[in-house]
């Protein structure tokens, strides 16, 4: 075997790891590794900012279902990259973030940039970890890999002393490989009673969260709501786990991202089965309402996840494929395909006259009206990226998604400036992919400076920035207090000219007023995206004060722009 630089061992189960793509920033701290990256076949994309880093290592994770990499000096670098990390955590997303670290012997002397970055970080990570010895660097960063992937997917941190770094170990390429990761399966006798228990419920549902995406399971959810004919809801983390112009779609519950239809099918079911999704709050709103008259079958990878909100009637332990796979065996064991029934013509019914309107001509423009240009002129392979605040919200209700990994959304931590970084790692992963971030004002700025990172790397994306003006949901939250202060964004002409900041970072950008203008600018921002290899932004100015649907539970939204005519639903029970 061969003694080599332990950096270069590292690099080496990077590569075996699939990794293509590390976001970073050099420093004095982490030379030794990047000595060793220099001569690799992993592409380095220098970023402006260590939180951006994580964001574009996030993105890539989330749409390669690989482990992301960022990479930071030491210090600030490492407190930079916390954010990054406790949005991984929150959404189950496998990532590794690598600083460097002064030298061992200097820790205890408050050298510079020498921050305890490993118990900084331990609340934020599934595993946080300073290497002490050359010869652990291979081992270390493989049980990295395997920690990130395994169970409930999740962030880890690895800390480098630069003397360690530049240590040697004996490593042979060819004698090494990725370490197994556990798939858990169910039990076969709580697979038999989950089926007992779908089958005897008049109004089932399947509640399908971000954990059938992540444990590529779209597919078995799909054959199985089939086969038993039963209508399947997503969570916000969940969208694109089942085609939304499928018929048994049966939308969105929730208290912010909510379809109407989607409501009020869940208030009528009896029955949740619901896979690889927490129960967020902003999903359930009020439990007593959300809960009652239902019986709840919780499906988790994650053992402590049963429970955590409320108990439910039957929880299974096990990762979402095979236990999906499981149950559409034992289904089959037990029926034929089932044929559409009463409750499946109801969901229809309701969703054929429960929407909204998203076809208002107002000037200044209405939110909804953007996503319905959104999704009329973009394919169903594009992949949407947003962050968080009222766009997210009015995202969540209007736009449409029909595959995996297409739709990403910072959905627990909710870090302002994410989607710009994020949308970044999604293109570098699948550069032959449409990639569209949707973003607030606000959110854009907390980041812009990666807008450079893409410029500099000719990283073409479309950004549909939809402009308010206002910390719009805090705006929105303050009006049971009465109040409307400190979110006030507007100054002078306009505020900030969002088209001359992308056109000093050297990228093209046009304003939008009118709702008629919105298909052609959107047409032109993907064809320039694609022409000059670069970021392209359509700033739409939006009404300033307009408001989103919600309330503190699935029966109590509060809805705040003109609806439908009324459509007569056509069932019986």
Not at 251 to 279: H, K, Y
Request: with cysteine; aromatic share 8%; hydrophobic share 45%.
């Amino acid at each position: 075997m061969n003694r080599i630089p332990c950096m270069e061992a590292v690099v080496a189960v990077l590569e075996s790891e699939g990794v293509d793509t590390v976001f970073g920033i050099p420093g004095a701290a982490i030379l030794p590794l990047y000595a060793a990256l220099q001569h690799s076949s992993i592409r380095h994309i220098t970023v402006r900012h260590e939180e951006g880093g994580t964001h574009a290592a996030d993105g890539w994770a989330r749409v390669t279902g690989n482990v992301g990499v960022c990479i930071g000096t030491s210090g600030p670098a490492g407190t930079n990259m916390i954010t990054g990390l406790y949005t991984a955590l929150a959404d189950s997303i496998p990532m590794i973030c690598i600083t460097g670290q002064a030298q061992t012997s200097k820790l205890h002397q408050e050298a510079f940039q020498a921050v305890d970055i490993v118990e900084i970080a331990r609340p934020v990570t599934k595993w946080a970890v300073q290497l002490k010895e050359p010869a652990q660097a291979p081992w270390v960063f493989r049980e990295a890999f395997r920690i990130a992937r395994s169970g409930r997917p999740g962030p880890v941190l690895i800390d480098l002393p630069i003397d360690v770094q530049r240590g040697t170990c004996l490593y042979d390429r060819d004698l090494d490989a990725p370490l197994p990761v556990e798939v858990p399966r169910p039990l076969p006798r709580a697979v038999r009673a989950a089926v007992d228990m779908v089958s005897a419920a008049r109004r089932p549902i399947i509640l399908a969260g971000g954990g059938v995406i992540i444990g590529d399971a779209t597919e078995e959810l799909r054959a199985l709501a089939e086969h038993l004919q039963v209508p399947v809801q997503v969570t916000l983390m969940g969208k694109g786990a089942f085609p939304e112009d499928h018929p048994l779609f049966a939308g969105m519950a929730g208290i912010q991202t909510q379809t109407r239809w989607g409501n009020a099918a869940f208030m009528e079911s009896d029955l949740v089965l619901a896979v690889g999704a927490r129960f967020g709050d902003r999903h359930t709103g009020d439990l007593d309402v959300y809960r009652r008259g239902r019986t709840f079958i919780h499906v988790d990878i994650e053992p402590t996840q049963l429970g955590r909100v409320f108990e439910p009637d039957l929880g299974i332990v096990g990762h979402a494929r095979p236990v999906l796979a499981e149950l559409l065996d034992e289904a089959r064991r037990r029926t034929d395909r089932r044929a559409p029934g009463t409750w499946v013509r109801k969901v229809a019914d309701l969703r054929r006259t429960m929407g909204r309107r998203d076809d208002f001509e107002d000037v200044p423009i209405k939110p909804p009206r953007v996503f319905k240009e959104i999704n009329e002129f973009f394919d169903r392979d594009t992949t949407f990226v947003t962050a968080i605040g009222l766009y997210q919200i009015w995202s969540g209700q209007f736009q449409t998604t029909y595959l995996p990994r297409r739709y990403l959304v910072c959905g627990q931590a909710g870090p302002l400036g994410w989607e710009i970084p994020a949308a970044m790692g999604v293109k570098c992963a699948h550069p032959e992919r449409q990639v569209v971030a949707v973003v607030g004002d606000y959110s854009f700025q907390f980041l812009m400076e990666e807008i450079a990172v893409a410029a500099q790397y000719r990283i073409p994306f479309v950004i549909v920035m939809i402009n308010n003006e206002y910390l719009g949901l805090i705006r929105q939250a303050e009006i049971p207090y009465g109040m409307n202060y400190a979110v006030d964004l507007h100054y002078g002409e306009g505020g900030i000219d969002h088209v001359k900041a992308m056109e000093a970072f050297g990228c093209p950008a046009r304003r939008v007023e009118v709702p008629g203008d919105l298909r052609d600018a959107l047409a032109w921002a993907s064809a320039e995206a694609a022409r000059e290899r670069l970021p392209v932004l359509v700033e739409v100015m939006v009404e300033r004060e307009a408001n989103a649907a919600m309330g503190p539970s699935l029966e109590a939204i509060k809805e705040f722009e003109p609806l439908p005519e009324l459509i007569t639903a056509d069932w019986s029970d």
